[in-house]
């Protein structure tokens, strides 16, 4: 049985849909994610943040914020 | 998106400063579908929340993408090193760095891993709330303790760890041109040994 199951799968170009999958998943969404959804006032590096009486949430990434798959 | 979840935003808008900023350009793939459409997206993007004092200073690292409520609990435990004093910071990350879980062993057999993952996947495809469980896992269990051992040595400031942490912890290498892409990208494929 599970040799009849790998034939079936090995069949299906596996490789190829592992490539694939993650891009076809993608043309789903939006580009661009709408930061004011969230309701949070997101300042833009560390050093607008200091100083202002409350701990600061620092959120580093590659590519930017609003970028939906950074 | 993770600060789409209300009480993760809320607990940012209540009690955070909120900054971002951009390590470096990530990675992009444009598809071109040949009729004047095409489909641009990032890839091996990755990111990490850093918690710090109001002057700057490091209390605690989030490592990669979470579940909103591992996430939450991340914050509140910002919080409450936010009002401990800077030795007690380090004595709580010298202390959480004794706990470290060993790597997990399946984890380490990566050829066979790279054969069996395409047909585990096949015969059963992980959803989306699967694999930030796996993701929130492998924070908890394998980064955090690295992070703990960094920030148990001295009172950092992020600019001074964001190479390391994307190295060390979550294995990109910012100096590297091809963030590690280049073998997958240009290595020819089942081909390149030919």
Same mark, same amino acid.
């Not at chain 2, 951009?22 to 997206?41: H, M, W, Y």
């Given at each position: ?6 034939? &079936? ?9 592992? &490539? ?9 969404s939006p ?22 009486g409350k ?12 970028? &939906?798959?950074? | ?7 993760? *935003? ?37 990111? *990490? ?6 002057? +700057? ?35 709580h990350h ?38 930030? *469980? ?49 073998? *997958?990208?240009? +290595? ?7």
């Amino acid at each position: 049985m599970m040799n009849l199951i790998l034939a &079936v799968l090995l069949s299906q170009d596996l490789a190829k849909d592992e &490539v694939e999958a993650p891009i076809k998943k993608a043309a789903t969404s939006p580009e661009k994610f709408d930061l004011s959804k969230s309701g949070i006032d997101w300042k833009k590096g560390l050093d607008a943040a200091l100083h202002q009486g409350k701990p600061i949430l620092l959120f580093q990434l590659l590519g930017n914020l609003d970028d &939906v798959h950074c | 998106m993770l600060f789409s979840d209300k009480a993760v *935003a809320a607990c940012i808008r209540n009690n955070y400063v909120a900054a971002w900023e951009s390590v470096r350009p990530v990675p992009t793939v444009e598809i071109d579908f040949g009729n004047g459409a095409k489909l641009k997206r990032t890839v091996n993007g990755n990111i *990490a929340t850093y918690l710090c004092a109001p002057d +700057g200073r490091v209390l605690d690292i989030i490592p990669g993408l979470n579940e909103p409520k591992a996430y939450l609990a991340a914050l509140m435990d910002g919080l409450r090193l936010s009002e401990a004093l800077p030795e007690t910071v380090l004595a709580h990350h010298r202390g959480s760095r004794a706990v470290a879980r060993p790597r997990r062993l399946d984890r380490l057999d990566v050829g066979k891993a790279m054969v069996e993952r395409p047909v585990k996947h096949a015969l059963a495809p992980k959803t989306d709330a699967e694999l930030l *469980a796996a993701d929130t896992e492998v924070n908890q269990t394998e980064r955090k303790p690295l992070i703990h051992g960094i920030l148990a040595e001295k009172a950092y400031r992020p600019a001074e760890l964001t190479r390391r942490i994307y190295k060390d912890v979550l294995h990109v290498d910012l100096d590297n041109p091809y963030l590690g892409l280049v073998s *997958a990208a240009f +290595g020819g494929g089942a081909y390149g040994s030919r």
